[in-house]
């Protein structure tokens, strides 16, 4: 308050309102004509019905931070008067307690306006001049909208350094309130991003049901929302401390907090409420991480409290504070007025003396000094610069008007910016400041607590900074607060009801998730692919037998033996030529079944490698041919046996014989293979596989399909198959010949071989789609080496060490011997014996047979 003294006082009492132009005045004074009238009418009745009310004192205890905070006006108003910074001019003050009540602080105010003056009903108040030009205050924010909803009408500025509700924002319903502080709207996004750092998302809130709660818990679920954090309960206190229902209530809300897995809780109450929910919690031993609200962050009396340690751990937002040696020494020496007594500095010296080597540490106790006036000190300069550019003040003299309405400092104040501090501060569009929140840590001090500032929340970019500082959580060692376990990255979170409460399942195959928590999994993109539970995409590794890798060198090493081990028998066939065994085995149908054989050992080769069209087309004709004009040949000499050994009639015998035509035969047989594959090339021809690799497989398997119906390729094996079947019956009918006149036990086993490994081969290379090139190059090796050991290893065996002597008729005479001595015995059973004649008979033809064919 500014009162006008000998070198022209000004006197003002401290309460905060939002400047506004002229214009916006006149268009204000207009727009709340009806307001008036009703605020007339309230303050009437007021006065009239509520005198005792005004004249009676406040019950409580000594208030700490209220005293510091008055102190630290008293002490910047005294500043700005010794600097002389309103030339000729001097600042002075009215301060009355508002007893934390709308009733009683609407009383003040009414006092202050009528300071000097008989009580002031005017309705039309444009050109009020009251001595007050500023009020500064309150703390509570129900209490400060009170008094904004009064001091509108009067267009008396009301500046705060402690409410912070979002409703005095509304520049529409409160055009004179302005604050040296930020809006909750700033303070819960803070709130809400420190729990989202320290990955807290189950949290309760406990709030007051004045408007400063009520408007913070709604900010708060905004920003809740926002970063992920759910609330476990939401419950509300009675914010009269006398309130009838207030220790039940309070004991119904410890009992929510004890009963929730929630570890966090947000308390945005009254330091009065805090410290009855605390005592509570301690009958029980409870402990729970407790986030404060700026409304008790700083509470020296919660500081001090008996038992506070057990209570948990406390964090809290302040607002931005900066200590000041020249305050600290105006605390230390506060003194009365000689012959005086002030209650208030008594208790306060006494506080100071029980911690006096504390209090002179670079982190003393809340009970020396407490940082929170920063506000109320700013506050007093920003009045200052405003009436030193209002008043039009220079170097030694204010010309302005001293008597001028209040809403002419409201315009200055509006648009002031100043340096306090080495700071700079100015009101926003919305009359707050937006210089940011302290994070403050309530550590462990004897039996109290400290408060150690940790960090800091910048309002311009919504971010929090930590100051890197250890500390030790006294709740646990990991402090975890959440409905769910976090879902690791390459999971999603299955939501069940509310979004913090969810399973965690596997990405799907094709999909992915690269971060904790997330709600969907990604698609991958193109040419890149995942697996179940996969954390990023990457391109499928291509597959084929490579050149280079175990499994095809060691197939074409088998394929390269094979033809070298044709060849080693190539020669000794040709050196054995005219040995009985040789002859026997028919030397030129042996070569060209080892030229049939080399071809299919060389199909094998172009199986390795990356696949092509031409590779897949050329790989199964070369088998084809190879492996039919093989068979074919075995066919031939298990005709040749089946006509020479088997009785049939002159007539049947004549014809069957007119058949067995080697060259014909195989010329046929393998050109019926030939057709069959040019058919296949046209219609159905075998290609690189193109249909999309399996989802559960990171490879892309290259390889080639044979055709699409794969009528071709089953028919071209069926064939070969077919050959080896007839050859298979031929030789097992002739299967009592003897051996040293045939080759039927080594075509029954070779042929049995054959159709054993292609039976396998079949549903093996059905079901397994990826390896079908490998199980069918090996089916090819198994099969053609089951020929070379059946078929022409026991023969170079017999030429190379059977005894030189054995010529056909010392076989033939041998073997007569034993059929005759078999048929005098009666041993031979029928069968066998017509096998046994006709051989004699017919043994002349196998002997012209086999010189026509050498």
Not at 150 to 175: F, G, I
Not at 182 to 197: L, N, R
Not at 461 to 484: A, P, Q, Y
Not at 670 to 680: K, M, R
Request: net charge neutral; aromatic share 12%; with cysteine.
């Amino acid at each position: 308050m500014f009162f006008p003294a000998e070198e022209r006082w000004l006197h003002f009492s401290l309460l905060l309102c939002l400047p506004v132009t002229s214009g916006e005045l006149q268009v204000s004074v207009q727009s709340v004509s009806i307001v008036q009238f009703f605020c007339c009418f309230l303050q009437f009745l007021v006065l009239a019905l509520n005198r005792k009310l005004l004249l009676s004192h406040c019950v409580s205890s000594f208030d700490l931070s209220s005293l510091v905070r008055s102190m630290a006006v008293i002490h910047e108003i005294q500043q700005v008067n010794a600097a002389g910074f309103l030339p000729g001019l001097r600042l002075g003050y009215l301060l009355c307690d508002t007893c934390s009540y709308a009733s009683k602080a609407l009383l003040n105010a009414e006092h202050m306006l009528a300071f000097n003056r008989s009580n002031h009903l005017e309705c039309d108040n444009s050109d009020f001049r009251p001595a007050v030009k500023v009020v500064l205050g309150a703390q509570y924010s129900e209490v400060t909208i009170a008094l904004a909803k009064l001091l509108n009408v009067y267009m008396v500025p009301l500046l705060s350094s402690a409410s912070t509700s979002p409703e005095l924002s509304d520049k529409l319903l409160h055009p004179a309130f302005i604050r040296t502080v930020p809006s909750d709207i700033h303070q819960t996004k803070a709130i809400a991003s420190i729990m989202s750092y320290y990955d807290w998302n189950w949290v309760g809130v406990v709030y007051g049901d004045d408007d400063y709660g009520k408007a913070a818990f709604q900010s708060f679920l905004w920003d809740a929302e926002e970063n992920g954090v759910c609330l476990s309960y939401q419950e509300t206190l009675h914010h009269y401390l006398d309130h009838s229902q207030n220790d039940r209530r309070i004991q119904q809300v410890a009992e929510v907090i004890r009963s929730s897995r929630a570890q966090v809780v947000l308390l945005i109450l009254k330091a009065e409420l805090v410290e009855l929910l605390f005592k509570e919690m301690l009958k029980t031993n409870t402990s729970r991480v407790w986030i404060a609200s700026d409304a008790w962050s700083r509470s020296s009396a919660i500081a001090q409290m008996d038992g506070i340690n057990e209570v948990g751990d406390i964090l809290g937002f302040t607002f931005v504070s900066f200590r000041s040696q020249s305050f600290d020494d105006f605390l230390t020496n506060l003194t009365v007025t000689e012959g005086g007594y002030n209650f208030f500095i008594e208790e306060y010296k006494n506080l100071r003396s029980n911690c006096s080597a504390e209090c002179g540490s670079s982190n003393p106790p809340s009970k020396c000094v407490d940082l929170e006036p920063f506000p109320h000190r700013v506050a007093v300069w920003a009045v200052a610069h405003a009436l030193k550019k209002l008043l039009r003040c220079n170097s030694s003299s204010c010309s302005g008007e001293v008597d001028f309405p209040p809403w002419k400092l409201l315009q200055e104040l509006k648009n002031i910016r100043f340096e306090f501090e080495n700071q700079m501060y100015f009101f926003d569009k919305n009359g707050d400041f937006v210089n940011g929140y302290d994070l403050i840590l309530w550590e462990k001090h004897g039996s109290g607590r400290r408060l150690e500032k940790f960090g800091k929340y910048s309002i311009l970019n919504n971010r929090i900074e930590l100051d890197g500082k250890e500390f030790t959580w006294l709740s646990t060692e990991n402090v975890s607060s959440r409905c769910s376990e976090s879902c690791r990255p390459g999971w999603v979170k299955k939501i069940l009801n509310i979004s913090c409460c969810y399973t965690c399942i596997e990405c799907e195959e094709g999909t992915y998730s690269e971060d904790w928590d997330v709600q969907d999994c990604k698609t991958c993109p193109n040419e890149t692919w995942s697996l179940k539970g996969y954390t990023h995409c990457r391109p499928r590794s291509e597959f084929f037998l490579r050149w280079t890798e175990p499994h095809p060198l060691t197939m074409i090493a088998a394929a390269a033996f094979g033809v070298l081990l044709l060849l080693v028998i190539l020669v000794i066939f040709l050196v054995y030529r005219n040995s009985l065994p040789m002859k026997q085995a028919e030397v030129r149908l042996s070569c060209v079944m080892m030229a049939g054989l080399a071809v299919s050992f060389a199909s094998v080769v172009l199986f390795m490698g990356r696949p092509t069209v031409h590779i897949c087309r050329a790989r199964q004709t070369m088998y084809a041919m190879g492996f039919t004009l093989c068979v074919s040949c075995i066919l031939v000499k298990a005709y040749r046996t089946f006509l020479a050994f088997l009785p049939f009639g002159q007539l049947l015998h004549k014809r069957l014989h007119k058949l067995y035509k080697p060259p014909v035969i195989i010329v046929v047989l393998t050109s019926l293979q030939a057709v069959i594959c040019l058919l296949w090339l046209i219609f159905d021809s075998p290609d690189v596989d193109d249909k999309p690799p399996s989802a559960q497989s990171m490879r892309k398997v290259l390889e080639c399909k044979e055709g699409n119906t794969y009528i071709g390729f089953g028919v071209m094996l069926g064939y070969i198959a077919l050959l080896a079947l007839i050859g298979f019956l031929l030789a097992f009918k002739g299967r009592k010949v003897p051996q040293e006149f045939s080759e039927t036990g080594y075509i029954i086993f070779s042929m049995l071989m054959y159709l054993f490994v292609w039976v396998c081969f079949i549903p093996v290379y059905i079901t397994s789609e990826e390896d079908g090139t490998r199980v069918q190059a090996s089916a090819i090796l198994v099969s053609s080496y089951g020929i070379i050991f059946c078929h022409f290893l026991p023969k170079c065996y017999a030429a190379l060490w059977a005894s030189k002597s054995d010529t056909m008729e010392n076989i033939l005479d041998r073997w007569r011997a034993k059929s005759e001595k078999e048929d005098r015995d009666g041993a031979t059973p029928p069968s066998e014996r017509s096998v046994t004649l006709s051989t004699t008979s017919t043994s002349s033809f196998l002997w012209r047979s086999e010189t026509q064919n050498h």
